[in-house]
């Protein structure tokens, strides 16, 4: 006897197959039926298809319209950020395309960078001061701009 798994995404659903080819214990019925209950989503999980019921198809920045061809393009937004806040009506959910979906996600990044309120990177320095000639060394003028645009954003 040979033991054959049909898997999803969700769950898997096993079954022994004898050596004649049928599956022993279940029905084709029952094996479909265990693959649609192991294939449907906990709640909470299927906030994507309700946004998408809800919503339309299509997105809430831009305007594009989507298709049942091209609708992995669409993305559901959390406007509060809490991917777990998925109230029934969905007022926390807005359809974005892909493109739509990143800008805004890294015009948050950019507005906490702006703001100071990002994590602290290590400054690093692209010149290097040559004391002696007070030009940047090896740069040129590219330096020089280079020297100067640090030190107004230094504040000096």
Excluded: I
């Amino acid at each position: 006897m040979a033991k054959v798994s049909f898997g999803s995404k969700w769950g898997r659903v096993s079954a022994t197959v004898g050596k004649s080819g049928t599956a022993t214990g279940k029905t084709p019925e029952e094996v479909v039926r265990d693959l649609k209950k192991a294939a449907q989503k906990s709640p909470g999980e299927d906030y994507r298809e309700r946004s998408l019921a809800l919503h339309g198809l299509v997105c809430a920045r831009c305007g594009r319209e989507f298709k049942a061809q091209n609708r992995q393009l669409l993305t559901v937004h959390h406007r509060d950020g809490n991917h777990l806040n998925n109230p029934p009506d969905g007022s926390n959910w807005e359809n974005l395309c892909v493109y739509c979906h990143e800008d805004v996600h890294s015009r948050e990044v950019l507005g906490d960078y702006l703001e100071g309120t990002a994590p602290v990177r290590e400054a690093t320095l692209v010149f290097q001061d040559d004391a002696r000639s007070g030009t940047v060394s090896g740069l040129g003028a590219l330096g020089d701009k280079l020297r100067q645009a640090m030190a107004k954003k230094q504040g000096k």
